[in-house]
């Protein structure tokens, strides 16, 4: 018998760099559910405890906040994301082209 190990994406999570691209593709959603769900992936590869300590929010106030239910305030997302080691930043959305 094949034993196969579950899949979890914060076993990849290692660098700001991989942790920007992982939140990107969730952002370009539009998906609140899974943008959330990418927050808790990011939190748990970060340590939930270290973005605690790093956000000055508690570890329940945190789980709460990346439940599918959840529409956490602005100033919460910023500082999770700075504890994250990332910004958000504005781009254009690409015009269509017209052939």
């Known amino acids: ?29 539009n998906d609140l559910v899974y943008i959330l769900t990418a927050f808790d992936t990011v939190a748990r590869a970060k340590g939930i405890a270290d973005v605690s300590k790093a956000t000055g929010l508690s570890r329940e106030s945190l789980y709460k906040t990346f439940k599918e239910t959840a529409k956490p305030e602005f100033d919460t997302v910023r500082k999770v994301m700075g504890s994250f080691g990332v910004k958000l930043v504005a781009e254009p959305i690409e015009e269509k082209k017209i052939a």
Not at 12 to 22: G, N
């Open 1 to 29: 018998m094949v034993k196969v190990s579950k899949f979890d994406a914060a076993d990849y999570l290692k660098t700001p760099a991989a942790v920007a691209a992982y939140l990107t593709e969730a952002f370009e959603t």
